[in-house]
């Protein structure tokens, strides 16, 4: 693609640098805002006599050693990494097959049910969490990590079906014929073949559900009580509140750990997530 | 006897067409049975409750007809909360989609640096939103607020009486509204962007040539061509701000006295902390019909694809 060509205005390429960093720095600047926050100390962050963008007394790290001495942080950061895990084996178990079907096997089945498992996805948790908490407190599992392992897959497993339903469909189907004319049985070509080349397909899905239980906030916070089995999700926003204290230090620091890792990884595989929010309607 | 489609589609292929279709079945069934479980089943039960009655302790089901939904009609919360999810919705996509637009036009060349802009511009939407509106909270904080440091000094605000961004009706109103476009905007940006790479850049370019300024080739080029993609970023849109209490819940708990309350943050206190399931249920219940008509919307989108 071409540089902006001679035929375009100063005016446009000023326009469009000013729309383009005026909306990053609005944009960017909270998560600016937490790393500042974080190295502050204390009596600087509360005097409203100091120009908050500068470090008026020296940088401390007293924030972090609070988050990660004092707090449940490192044993939120465990359950997220524990209930991802968990929630992605799931997804993939219940997603790869299904949508492997709903793109071969179930001929013009396929195309409605996918469409109907794709509109289960728009279903909210804020519609279902009353009654999932009566299901959850029957299945015994309120107040613990299994709550949301359990549940967060009705949110992932649509999605994933129809995310992978669309790469299965773009590996042509001869190849798959060619398997079985060499004697491997359907189930044998999928699991052999069509498995392998979608791995990319499929690394998606993980990364994809991996970042949902990491931002969910809904079910996490109706489902689990106690400090302790809380994921970041909640755990930060609401535990590391003490009474009617914000902790801010030792609160931005958490938000701005949590939330760039998670960033970078999204980033990489933005472009995939997006076709499958595109609904056909781009080509 | 007309055979079912499925049947003729079965035959007409060559190989083991029935054992086929049985391996298909066997390998969608788990995932069908799952989702049937955990949404099918809990939605049955939204709708049950919404027409019985139900609380935390309860055992038995009684079914009390519209009861719930004439005592959360007259409740002057609910009607409040119902308005403002209509409001917050409506207002925070405005916003989104004509800076999304901007937005996207303008990043959808290559520069320098464009990989970096785009990894900031993304950050609300990538980073957990939670995390995100406390920031804010921090960031309108009401002695410390960073956002009133600036505004005195440019004196365009009282130092010594800034304004209360979440402790006041409308302001607070506004906040909730912005914020969760701050968030939104990352989304519909990259969907936007993903419409206009399909769009061949000679048309605009040939217009151009014609003589067509660029706010002519924009709205009456650009714009026609995008209006598929900008359905789909408003429909998801809708869905994600309709159905969400999430910056509501963190930012202002749906306070000062119940005025940034929408449905979904409502059917929270109620139904969950307050433990009245039914009545909770039903307040729920009247998300359904704003999403019914964003699910035929968007089949209708998905539809028209199909056939061009």
């Not at chain 1, 120009?51 to 001495?69: G, K, M, S, V």
């Not at chain 2, 005592?71 to 009607?79: E, H, I, Q, T």
């Not at chain 2, 005195?152 to 607070?172: E, I, T, Y």
Request: aromatic share 14%; net charge positive; glycine share 6%.
């Amino acid at each position: 693609m071409a540089g902006p060509g001679p035929r375009r205005s100063l005016a446009t390429r000023l326009g469009r640098w000013a729309i383009v960093l005026g909306f990053a720095i609005l944009l960017a600047f909270p998560f600016y805002w937490m790393a500042i926050t974080s190295f502050k100390q204390t009596a600087d962050l509360y005097d409203v006599e100091h120009d908050p963008f500068i470090f008026n007394a020296p940088p401390t790290l007293a924030h972090l050693r609070y988050l990660f001495e004092q707090t449940l942080f490192v044993r939120w950061f465990w359950n997220t990494t524990l209930a991802g895990a968990a929630v992605v084996a799931i997804t993939l178990v219940l997603a790869v097959p299904a949508a492997w079907a709903l793109a071969r096997l179930t001929g013009r089945w396929g195309q409605q049910l996918g469409i109907g498992i794709f509109l289960t996805y728009l279903v909210p948790p804020t519609l279902l969490f009353i009654p999932m908490s009566r299901v959850i407190s029957t299945l015994g599992l309120q107040d613990t990590l299994w709550a949301i392992i359990v549940t967060y897959p009705t949110f992932t497993v649509p999605f994933s079906i129809w995310l992978l339903m669309g790469f299965f469909k773009a590996i042509p189907r001869d190849l798959e014929d060619a398997a079985l004319v060499d004697g491997l049985t359907r189930f044998g070509a999928f699991v052999k073949l069509v498995i392998p080349i979608s791995l990319s397909g499929i690394l998606t899905v993980v990364i994809f559900s991996f970042t949902l239980v990491t931002q969910e906030f809904v079910y996490a916070l109706t489902f689990i009580s106690s400090a302790e089995h809380q994921t970041i999700g909640v755990g930060v926003p609401i535990f590391l509140v003490r009474g009617d204290v914000y902790y801010w230090g030792s609160l931005m620091a958490a938000c701005l750990i949590a939330s760039i890792p998670i960033a970078l990884v999204y980033n990489l595989f933005l472009d995939r997530f997006i076709a499958g929010f595109t609904v056909g309607a781009v080509k | 006897m007309i055979p079912a489609p499925a049947v003729v589609d079965a035959l007409r292929r060559r190989r083991g067409p029935s054992r086929a279709t049985w391996l298909g079945i066997a390998l969608f069934s788990p995932a069908l049975v799952y989702i049937l479980a955990l949404v099918g089943l809990p939605l049955v039960l939204a709708f049950l409750y919404s027409v019985g009655d139900v609380t935390v302790g309860s055992v038995g089901y009684r079914f009390v007809g519209l009861y719930n939904f004439r005592s959360v009609l007259a409740s002057p919360a609910f009607r409040r909360a119902l308005l403002d999810s209509f409001v917050f919705t409506i207002s925070s996509q405005l916003v989104v989609i004509v800076c999304a637009n901007a937005l996207a036009l303008a990043l959808r060349e290559r520069f320098r640096g464009r990989g970096l802009v785009r990894f900031l511009v993304l950050l609300p939407w990538v980073a957990p939103v939670s995390l995100g509106a406390i920031g804010w909270k921090w960031l309108l904080d009401s002695i410390y607020s960073v956002v009133n440091w600036v505004l005195a000094q440019a004196h365009l605000v009282n130092r010594f009486d800034p304004p209360m961004w979440l402790g006041q009706p409308a302001l607070a109103m506004a906040s909730v509204i912005a914020v969760h476009s701050w968030r939104m905007i990352p989304f519909s940006t990259v969907i936007l962007l993903a419409g206009l790479t399909s769009i061949p850049k000679e048309i605009p370019e040939a217009a151009a040539v014609d003589g067509a300024g660029f706010w002519r080739t924009h709205f009456q080029i650009t714009l026609p061509m995008m209006a598929p993609i900008i359905n789909v970023a408003v429909l998801f849109g809708v869905v994600f701000t309709f159905t969400d209490m999430t910056v509501v819940y963190i930012l202002t708990r749906g306070g000062p006295y119940d005025t940034t309350q929408v449905l979904p943050s409502l059917a929270f206190f109620t139904g969950v902390l307050g433990s009245d399931l039914s009545e909770g249920a039903a307040i729920s219940v009247f998300l359904v019909p704003i999403l019914v008509v964003v699910a035929i919307l968007m089949l209708r989108v998905a539809h028209r694809a199909e056939i061009a």
